[in-house]
């Protein structure tokens, strides 16, 4: 059977007594590329805040790998929203990505010449090398999204979340980036992206969750990635050719 990299059973979430996700059981098998698609303001990011752990919901339940994520933690790596983290305070591009292999590490020790050299790997692998030294602050939105990629992959995880990697990057970016997400799909890991292009759903990802509030549907793309469930999840006719 199957093995479930994430399980979430009843979830509610709600901002001030608003409810934003509305009971959601969802199951995410192991080793699938799932993008999580749905109209802005649907509760994707807040899906993935409140698997993390960032929010509490007001009812429900979410464990990864059969625990709870404060027990899974080493194993998550997420990648944030572009911009939404706020640098105040000096640290290079580099640093940033070494900061993924703390996790490995412990408290105590520093980072070695090792732990370097697959951060410095890690910044090719995005194409961010040549900024190894320069500022966080300093790097455009697109290019900060690369460097957070970097640190999740040295972060050798077995699950990884991330909100909206493609946005606002060009179409080199966007090709090296679903590159890497193929790549750790080969290599068994579970990857679960916020995505809004509907067009390359069926290119990218083999697994889908459609989501508006409540969970409209989730499966393989090539069964459930259809006309049907995407005017239930943005609530008018919507008409994509797909190419199967
Ligand atoms: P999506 O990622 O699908 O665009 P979000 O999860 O960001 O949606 O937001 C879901 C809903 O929750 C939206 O209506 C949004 O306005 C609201 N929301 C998000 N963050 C907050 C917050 N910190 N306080 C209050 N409401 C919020």
């Given at each position: ?9 009843d ?23 799932m ?41 998550v ?42 951060a ?13 030294g ?20 040295v ?16 179409a ?30 069926p290119?990218?990802?083999d ?38």
């Open positions: 059977m199957e093995k479930i990299a994430v399980k979430i059973d979830l509610t979430v709600a901002y001030n007594y608003k409810p934003v996700l509305w009971d959601i059981d969802l199951q995410i098998p192991e080793g699938v590329l993008a999580i698609v749905g109209p802005n303001g649907a509760g994707k990011s807040t899906l993935i805040k409140s698997i993390l752990g960032i929010l509490k919901p007001i009812a429900g339940s979410v464990s990864i790998f059969g625990k709870p994520y404060k027990k899974q933690r080493k194993h790596a997420y990648v944030p929203q572009k911009g939404s983290v706020d640098w105040d305070f000096p640290t290079t591009a580099l640093d940033v990505v070494m900061m993924g292999t703390y996790g490995k590490l412990g408290w105590i020790k520093r980072p070695g010449v090792k732990q370097k050299k697959k410095l790997e890690a910044l090719e692998k995005v194409g961010m090398l040549s900024f190894k320069r500022q966080i602050s300093q790097l455009s939105g697109g290019q900060q999204q690369r460097v957070f990629l970097a640190r999740a992959l972060q050798d995880a077995s699950i990884y979340f991330m909100d909206e990697p493609f946005q606002g990057v060009d080199t970016t966007e090709v090296a980036i679903i590159n890497i997400l193929k790549e750790l799909r080969k290599a068994g890991k579970t990857v679960v992206v916020v995505h809004h292009d509907l067009q390359t759903v290119e990218y990802f697994w889908v969750t459609f989501l508006n509030v409540k969970k409209i549907a989730t499966g393989p793309v090539k069964v459930i990635y259809h006309d049907d469930n995407l005017t239930k999840t943005y609530g008018i006719n919507y008409k994509v050719s797909i190419q199967k």
